[in-house]
């Protein structure tokens, strides 16, 4: 089965960059998605298709994948950003989904 | 606009028997991939099963023979049929709508707590 290695945690101050990475093996042949969960809240999508954000989700979010790693990027962090970040693919091989295991940011 | 409900989460035994609804609105429920997505305490997130327009459907391997996905299109409403329950399946469950071409989760809904203990 398809595995999505994501670093546990990401610290990063207000109004600097974070990068959050999520590995796999290909993973540029593969579409990327990452979710943002907030503390008691539901899941929120905030890039699709490697790079494409939906309406509302600020354009300080942003996502590229190339090779073996894909990243979502926030600029310019708030302290509304700090959140759990889960990338996902689709495993089309088996019609199955695929989560990383998530990364926690904090804001500094 | 689009709203998932989810409902039938509770306490149950270990080897129980569960069934969790979705109601769904603002879209034809037929028309779209809809999946089951559950978390763990404070776990990461698990794709459960996912049934696609056609009606084809798919399980995780760790739940593939003890749960059904099914749906209702008269009613809106999505299901999943939870037989042999474990403590590992404890979790809040969500359901969610597919965007795009289905191979992501485009909305989803507050989730329901299923705990499986004795």
């Known amino acids: 089965s398809y595995i999505l290695t994501q670093p546990p945690s990401v610290s990063v101050a207000p109004g600097k960059t974070a990068r959050i990475t999520c590995g796999g093996s290909n993973i540029g042949s593969k579409s990327v998605q990452w979710y943002q969960q907030r503390p008691g809240q539901a899941p929120l999508l905030v890039i699709y298709?490697?790079?494409d954000r939906p309406s509302g989700i600020p354009e300080r979010f942003s996502g590229s994948n190339s090779g073996n790693t894909a990243t979502l990027t926030i600029s310019r962090v708030e302290a509304g950003d700090e959140a759990d970040y889960y990338c996902q693919v689709w495993d089309g091989s088996s019609d199955h989904y695929v989560f990383g295991g998530g990364t926690k940011v904090t804001v500094l | 606009e689009v709203h998932l409900a989810e409902s039938g989460g509770g306490l149950m035994q270990p080897g129980g028997s569960l069934r969790l609804s979705c109601a769904a609105s603002g879209f034809i429920v037929s028309n779209y991939y809809m999946s089951w997505v559950r978390q763990a305490p404070g776990k990461g997130l698990e794709w459960v099963s996912v049934i696609y327009s056609g009606g084809n459907t798919f399980y995780a391997d760790s739940v593939k023979g003890r749960f059904s996905i099914s749906r209702d299109n008269s009613k809106s409403t999505l299901y999943l049929q939870m037989h042999g329950l474990r403590v590992e399946d404890t979790a809040v469950y969500y359901c969610t709508r597919g965007g795009g071409s289905g191979t992501y989760f485009w909305d989803w809904g507050q989730g329901t707590l299923v705990t499986v203990s004795s």
């Open positions: 298709y490697d790079t």
